[in-house]
């Protein structure tokens, strides 16, 4: 089963940027695609944005589309996961996770810890 860790977090000022990571480790094999996902205090997990795992597809929340960008490295190489965040808004804070979905799943079943991303008006 993959494992994933998430860093970068932190606390930023409104209109500044962060860059999440989201390294992958453990059997990559049956990969399908990667995500982030964010749950605010309070509220439900929410999605943000996802991309295939060896191809080069992506999709945003319409909440983050031109402000955020998913991006990887090569999976055969240092298997990491990013989550560029610019522009970013109050609305923004929340704890960010990353996510694994395995080929024929429905879901994204496996997690990171999750890395708080704090932004100040």
């Known amino acids: 089963q993959e494992r994933l860790v998430e860093s970068g977090g932190g606390l930023v000022q409104a209109g500044g940027s962060l860059r999440l990571s989201c390294a992958v480790s453990?059997?990559?094999?049956?990969?399908?695609?990667m995500a982030w996902f964010r749950q605010a205090s309070g509220k439900e997990r929410e999605f943000v944005a996802a991309?295939?795992?060896?191809?080069?597809?992506?999709?945003?929340a319409d909440s983050v589309k031109g402000r955020f960008t998913i991006s990887k490295d090569n999976p055969r190489h240092t298997r990491t996961v990013y989550l560029q965040m610019n522009s970013l808004k109050p609305e923004d804070t929340a704890v960010y996770y990353c996510?694994?979905?395995?080929?024929?799943?429905?879901?994204?079943?496996?997690w990171g810890q999750g890395t708080q991303v704090t932004v100040s008006s």
């Open positions: 991309c295939t795992w060896l191809g080069s597809a992506t999709s945003y």
């Open positions: 996510g694994a979905k395995v080929r024929k799943a429905s879901e994204f079943g496996s």
């Open positions: 453990g059997d990559t094999l049956q990969l399908y695609a």
